[in-house]
């Protein structure tokens, strides 16, 4: 079965490809009403919940995650002063959110439903864009 003209295996090749080079790959979604980014690939190089962006333009929501993996990278965990200077708050997400393929393309790499822990959503404060 091919997606977008590549096939199944060659989608996987590159997942793997960027989360061993960069630590993480960053999917984004447009959906008919909405855009969502999520990561795939930060709980395995970091040991850190992996992030999910729903608000906000696409452009918006993947800097944001750049932003925020940066710190997971270099510092292990979101530094406050980094959620304060973009507006934004971390929060888990719910099971019953990820349910209907919201994170496809993480619960296809690791064979299992996303569950309660697995995600924190970024959320945006009233004067972030």
Not at 67 to 94: K, M, N, Q, W, Y
Request: aromatic share 10%; glycine share 8%.
């Amino acid at each position: 079965m091919k997606y977008s003209g590549f096939s199944w295996e060659e989608i996987e090749r590159h997942t793997d490809l960027v989360i061993r080079v960069h630590g993480f790959m960053a999917q984004q979604v447009s959906g008919a009403e909405r855009a969502w980014t999520y990561t795939v690939g930060i709980t395995e190089s970091w040991d850190h919940p992996e992030l999910l962006c729903v608000d906000g333009p696409g452009e918006t929501q993947a800097n944001l995650i750049g932003v925020t993996a940066d710190d997971i990278e270099e510092f292990g965990a979101v530094r406050p002063a980094t959620l304060e200077s973009h507006d934004i708050e971390l929060v888990p997400v719910e099971e019953r959110h990820l349910r209907y393929g919201l994170v496809a393309s993480w619960e296809a790499r690791y064979q299992r439903s996303a569950a309660t822990g697995d995600f924190l959503r970024i959320v945006l404060g009233t004067s972030s864009p």
